[in-house]
């Protein structure tokens, strides 16, 4: 099982930055997929999430109607759309899921949200 994600790097604020995190091992369509976060000085946090079955998608309420999670079945990834973005978004953004009873982090993607 591996995740690989992509994506991040500086942008100002009121940006966008689209995250792709590549899976490899297990199918994205069969379990939850997750993004999380972690900024300087900050624990995790759970940014998204979207679940294996029926859709079901719910987001930290400092992102909702900012941020959008989807899934490409066909490319076995996972996606974060992020818009109008904040200095306050500034992290390091993991992919999670927990194929098989284990859970994997990807990597990590640094965003850096600054004039």
């Known amino acids: 099982v591996q995740l690989v994600e992509s994506g991040g790097g500086l942008v100002q604020p009121g940006g966008s930055l689209r995250l792709s995190c590549a899976a490899s091992?297990?199918?994205?369509?069969?379990?939850?997929m997750s993004w999380y976060r972690q900024g300087p000085g900050t624990e995790r946090e759970l940014v998204a999430r979207?679940?294996?079955?029926?859709?079901?998608?719910n987001y930290a309420d400092s992102v909702k109607g900012r941020f959008t999670i989807s899934r490409d079945n066909a490319k076995n990834t996972v996606a974060l759309q992020m818009n109008s973005l904040k200095p306050e978004d500034t992290a390091v953004y993991y992919c999670?899921?927990?194929?098989?009873?284990?859970?994997?982090w990807g990597q990590g993607t640094q965003v850096t949200v600054s004039a």
């Open positions: 979207i679940s294996s079955k029926g859709g079901s998608i």
């Open positions: 999670n899921a927990r194929p098989f009873f284990v859970n994997y």
């Open positions: 091992g297990f199918a994205v369509s069969s379990y939850d």
